[in-house]
């Protein structure tokens, strides 16, 4: 049997990784944390912090000599640094897995997070990774895919409620229709064992036979745990993330599904159902019938100034020196 500290025991433990790898996506604020919370609380499983790896940490996969110049790249990300990985280790795990620089310090990476916590099987959990799931699919061969869908009222209400994410809805409504336009790409040409879908609504109304049939997608037999992730060991989140995440540690709940009945514009509904009527329907969410006055103009309106607040942001850099903080 080969040994971890092994240049043979290290292509092992790749590839055990790679083998057992999996992927949860889906537009931000749809339920990814919570799905991740589910999942990690099996005991064979675990799933670090959201990495962004594809998405923000070597968006575009530009030209690197090696693994120790991606590695060192990935580092200068804050989110990398609170895993707390052993240098050596993540480089020689990307070297033993044959892959090109990025993708190879990415499964170097998880190879190690997953010994660290000595467990069977790692998943990773970045909203973002929604637009490279061909790449990954390729690169990973053997990965699994779960996306979960949320009401895009509901979504656009937690986007517009979190104090990260901007205050113009148009972004909300073109990151939930980008998502699912996605989806029904992928979900037509990917086989059914290796991409599924699960609406958050039938999630949390009803965890054990969702939770079942994930587990049974993903190749695990279905523990109990799974149920309550507020038990679980191992959060899944960095202490900057702490207030967005707390609800990840309360056991499952239902009240969020319909708070956008309540505590959403009307203006935002009409908007939200004149954008995405058609795939709320085809994927079972009931329109409200709400309606405002030129709701094609105020949409447009508020595409207008989500391009601005966007350019502003670039120009000062915000987004940049929050990510390498």
């Not at 923000?56 to 690197?64: D, F, I, L, Q, T």
């Not at 790692?122 to 637009?131: D, I, L, N, Y």
């Not at 994930?214 to 309550?228: Q, R």
């Given at each position: 049997m ?21 992927f949860?996506v889906?537009?931000?604020?749809s ?9 990690s ?9 959201e990495?962004?790896?594809?998405s ?9 000599p ?8 990935a580092k200068?990300?804050w989110?990398?640094r ?9 480089i020689d ?13 990415f499964v170097?990476?998880?190879t190690?997070?997953?010994e660290?916590?000595e467990k069977?099987r ?10 490279n799931?061909?790449?990954l699919?390729?690169?990973f061969?053997n ?8 009401d895009p ?15 113009h809805?148009?972004r909300h409504?073109?990151a ?6 996605r989806?029904?790409r ?12 699960v609406?958050?609504e039938?999630?949390?109304r009803d ?6 049939r ?15 992730p507020s ?23 239902t ?21 995405l009527g ?8 009931e329109?409200s019938g709400?309606s405002?006055?030129m ?5 447009a ?5 989500d ?8 120009v000062?850099?915000k987004?940049?020196?929050r990510?390498?903080g």
């Open positions: 080969s040994q971890p500290g092994t240049a043979s025991g290290r292509v092992s433990s790749v590839q055990q990784t790679c083998e057992g790898l999996f949860i889906g537009c931000g604020r339920g990814t944390s919570l799905l991740q919370a589910m999942v609380s099996h005991p064979d499983v675990i799933v670090p912090i990495t962004k790896f594809f923000v940490v070597s968006p575009g996969h530009e030209e690197v090696d693994v120790s110049a991606a590695w060192a790249h200068r990300f989110w990398i609170e895993l707390e990985l052993d240098d050596a280790r993540v795990g990307a070297q033993a897995s044959g892959l090109a620089p990025w993708p190879a310090v170097g990476m998880l190690e997070f997953r660290s916590h069977a790692v998943g990773e959990k970045s909203p973002g990774h929604m637009r799931v061909p790449s699919a390729s690169w061969p990965a699994r895919f779960i996306h979960i869908v949320r009222r509901a979504v656009c209400l937690s986007f517009l409620n979190a104090d990260f994410a901007g205050n809805i148009a409504i073109r939930w229709r980008n998502s699912i336009d989806h029904l992928y979900a037509e040409r990917m086989p059914d064992d290796r991409y599924t879908m609406r958050y039938d999630l949390v965890p054990e036979p969702e939770m079942r994930l587990a049974d997608f993903l190749g695990l037999a279905f523990d109990p745990a799974m149920l309550d038990k679980r060991e191992h959060k899944g989140f960095g202490e900057r993330q702490a207030q967005h995440m707390t609800n990840t540690l309360k056991p499952v709940f009240s969020s599904i319909d708070k956008w009945k309540t505590a959403m514009k009307r203006e935002h509904v009409a908007m939200v159902e004149h954008a058609e795939r709320m329907r085809r994927l079972g969410y329109l709400a405002v006055a709701v094609g103009a105020r949409l309106g508020s595409e207008a100034a391009a601005c607040a966007r350019a502003w942001a670039r000062t850099g987004t940049k020196r990510q390498e």
